[in-house]
């Protein structure tokens, strides 16, 4: 019950954060604003809180009780979504994403240590995968439902019923979730909790976190960043309506999303068990599988050549999670995982997050003056090598995950 709870919250996490890249086209219409600015909205104003201040909550989950800051998070993230649907500007919309962000700093990082004390190692992969599932369903629920209200009704409702249905989950979720003995005996919360900096100086040592978490970063630029333009993409060099894009963008983050987090989670166990280097070496081939499939998607002048494309490099993309988050977890000592989660997510959120949404939306509006209505889809086919690094980067990691593993 527990892990369906944190499936749950996750899920609403992401409906909370997706919801934006779907509502951006009669967002930008009522209030006039840029891609420059709509990259603003969705990436920089988004992770700059959510980034920095998920490593002190996290610290504070590790000392405390981790169930109770995942609950209190939960409140205020869905309430600054619904204050989303009262905004009038560009300033109340930023500084309603710099509350979800806030909100949200407390939600990932505890949730991936409760997950590794709820299950042994050589199950946690597939747990993580199981938990990484309210990343597709919550971006598709986000883009089907917002969508839909926007279109029906308009665009604040959609906020409004997000955020509040997110507060009166809260409650649920503090009933049935509670903070575990670990599977693995060793203590959850320590009675004398590491210092943060004893964290820090563990994984300074160890080259495979870095190398994981800048892989995971370079990634996340351009994977946040398709996943926020897309729609505006489909709008725009498709011809799609509102509906129309949120079914096509709904059913490539449900199927191809559902199908890559799952697949790399039972990989991730099957293979690392026998070798620990494919923990990363998975998600290095399959960032280099998803180049010239994503390429293709996005020159395709068909709309159904187009899905037919996007569906397996967004499997692709996904297939990181369980293998990677796994592996960071095995890094540190029980007693230390929501910090060194934190840290982890840190690198991949600040950069991929922050930069890749708002680099893609400038590189647009950069090259308006070149391609015109087509520039955001040269914007994003100029991002795809930000795969290549990611793979690179992970192939890399592969070489220090059994010296700098912890049983």
């Known amino acids: ?12 996490n992401f409906v909370d ?28 104003a988004f992770a700059l809180l959510y980034s920095t201040l998920a490593v002190p909550l996290a ?27 009262m905004a009038q500007n560009f300033w109340h919309i930023f500084l309603s994403r710099l509350g979800v962000g806030v909100g949200e700093a407390g939600g990932v990082a505890p949730s991936y240590a409760l997950i590794s004390a709820y299950y042994p190692s050589e199950e946690r992969a597939r747990a993580l995968s199981i938990y990484s599932l309210g990343i597709p369903i919550g971006s598709a629920t986000g883009v089907l439902a917002g969508g839909y209200i926007a279109a029906t009704v308009d665009w604040r409702l959609a906020f409004l019923v997000v955020g509040l249905v997110g507060i009166l989950i809260a409650p ?19 009675p004398e909790a590491p210092r943060f900096m004893e964290v820090v100086q563990i994984l300074a040592a160890k ?8 892989g995971a970063a370079f990634s996340s630029m351009l994977g946040y960043g398709i996943a926020f333009w897309l729609p505006s993409l489909l709008m725009r060099s498709f011809g799609l309506d509102l509906i129309g894009t ?11 999303g559902v199908a890559g987090v799952l697949g790399g989670g ?43 494309f996007f569906l397996i490099p967004q499997a692709l993309a996904y297939i990181w999670l369980g293998p990677v988050l796994s592996a ?31 680099a893609l939306g400038a590189l647009s509006d950069g090259l308006g003056a070149i391609y015109g209505g087509e520039a955001l889809r040269y914007a994003m086919l100029y991002s795809l090598g930000l795969y290549l690094i990611a793979a690179a980067l992970m192939a890399l990691a592969s070489r220090f995950l059994a010296r700098d593993w912890v049983e």
């Not at 080259?207 to 800048?214: D, E, I, T």
């Open 1 to 12: 019950m527990a892990l369906t709870m944190l499936l749950v919250v996750y899920i609403f």
């Open 17 to 44: 954060r997706q919801i934006l890249s779907i509502l951006a086209a009669p967002i930008q219409a009522e209030l006039e604003l840029t891609d420059r600015q709509m990259g603003l909205l969705g990436g920089v």
């Open 59 to 85: 610290w504070l989950a590790d000392r405390t009780s981790r169930s109770w800051v995942i609950t209190v998070s939960l409140v205020i993230w869905s309430g600054f979504t619904a204050l989303t649907g």
């Open 172 to 190: 649920l979720f503090r009933h049935f979730v509670k903070d575990p003995a670990p599977a693995d005996g060793q203590q959850l919360i320590a």
């Open 207 to 214: 080259p495979s976190f870095w190398l994981l978490a800048f």
């Open 246 to 256: 949120s079914q096509f963008f709904g059913a490539v983050l449900l199927i191809g």
């Open 266 to 308: 039972y990989l991730g166990d099957h293979l690392g068990a026998h070798r620990k280097s494919a923990y990363a070496l998975l998600p290095a081939a399959a960032f280099a599988l998803a180049v010239p499939l994503f390429a293709a998607g996005i020159v395709s002048g068909s709309v159904m050549t187009a899905f037919l």
């Open 328 to 358: 960071v977890q095995h890094l540190v000592r029980a007693d230390m995982r929501a910090t060194a989660s934190a840290l982890f997510l840190l690198i991949n959120n600040l950069i991929g997050i922050g930069g890749g949404i708002y």
